[in-house]
Nanobody, 122 residues
Framework: VPLEATGGALVQAGGSLRLSCAAT????????IGWFRQAPGKEREGVSC????????RYADFAKGRFTASTDAAKNTVYLQMNSLKHEDTAVYYC????????????????WGQGTQVTVSS
């Protein structure tokens, strides 16, 4: 069953948004979680990934300094905090489990969920 990202919305450029990805304790203990996005007419790309048990994260260059991935173990939820949003961040965002924390969408372990739409108005 694919993970589902939620929390997308329409936001003005410069604004912030936090996406959520509900997982399970088992998933967080045994797999890494990746954030990916796909803009219209473009291929899906990696945004960030997080290794919960090591508290280690990885970011695409465009996300460094603006996006932060984190986990809430009590809620078994992974978050992607996005600040200083730009128009080019407009995309459908997805989360997925990974065997390794890599930003390559082909490494996603399961099929993609519906994703959540993030639209940044300029």
């Amino acid at each position: 069953v694919p993970l589902e990202a939620t929390g997308g919305a329409l936001v003005q450029a410069g604004g912030s948004l936090r996406l959520s990805c509900a997982a399970t304790e088992f998933i967080l203990d045994y797999y890494d979680i990746g954030w990916f996005r796909q803009a219209p007419g473009k291929e899906r790309e990696g945004v960030s990934c997080i290794v919960h048990k090591e508290n280690r994260t990885r970011y695409a260059d465009f996300a460094k300094g603006r996006f932060t991935a984190s986990t809430d173990a009590a809620k078994n939820t992974v978050y992607l905090q996005m600040n200083s949003l730009k128009h080019e961040d407009t995309a459908v965002y997805y989360c997925a489990t990974l065997n390794h924390c890599v930003l390559d969408p082909s490494w996603a372990r399961e099929s993609w969920g519906q994703g959540t739409q993030v639209t940044v108005s300029s």
